[in-house]
Nanobody
Framework: HVQLVESGGRLVQAGDSLTLSCTLS????????MGWYRQAPGKEREFVAI????????QYQDSVKGRFTISRDNAKNTTYLLMNSLTPEDTANYYC???????????????????YGQGTLVTVSS
């Protein structure tokens, strides 16, 4: 079965940059739409960004547009989330997500993917 393993989360200061990584196993990586979600303490999990199979299309949550960049390396079975200009409001557990069976239109519309990792914690101090 599909497994997603995130890495890269740590404590940083406001204004810093950080890159998260996620590796997929148990499936053909290039066939999956990949995404990132986050859950802040006391809040529901929210969509952050998604990227299509080839990396030619992306979607972002409004609050991260211009600061975060999602990318993928199909040769390494890995997707990345580059986060710039971090603020304390970005503090959350960040989850990698993957979807094999839904169309790009469906995923963009509903912002829900099939599989999720265990998360990596990003803490931004002020």
């Amino acid at each position: 079965h599909v497994q997603l393993v995130e890495s890269g989360g740590r404590l940083v200061q406001a204004g810093d940059s950080l890159t998260l990584s996620c590796t997929l196993s148990g499936g053909t990586f290039r066939s999956y739409v990949m995404g990132w979600y986050r859950q802040a303490p006391g809040k529901e999990r929210e969509f952050v960004a998604i990227i299509n199979w080839s990396g030619s299309m992306t979607q972002y949550q409004d609050s991260v547009k211009g600061r975060f960049t999602i990318s993928r390396d199909n040769a390494k079975n890995t997707t990345y989330l580059l986060m710039n200009s971090l603020t304390p409001e970005d503090t959350a557990n960040y989850y990698c997500a993957a979807d094999l069976n839904h169309s790009w239109y469906t995923i963009v519309t509903y912002k829900s993917l099939e599989h999720y990792g265990q998360g990596t914690l990003v803490t931004v101090s002020s």
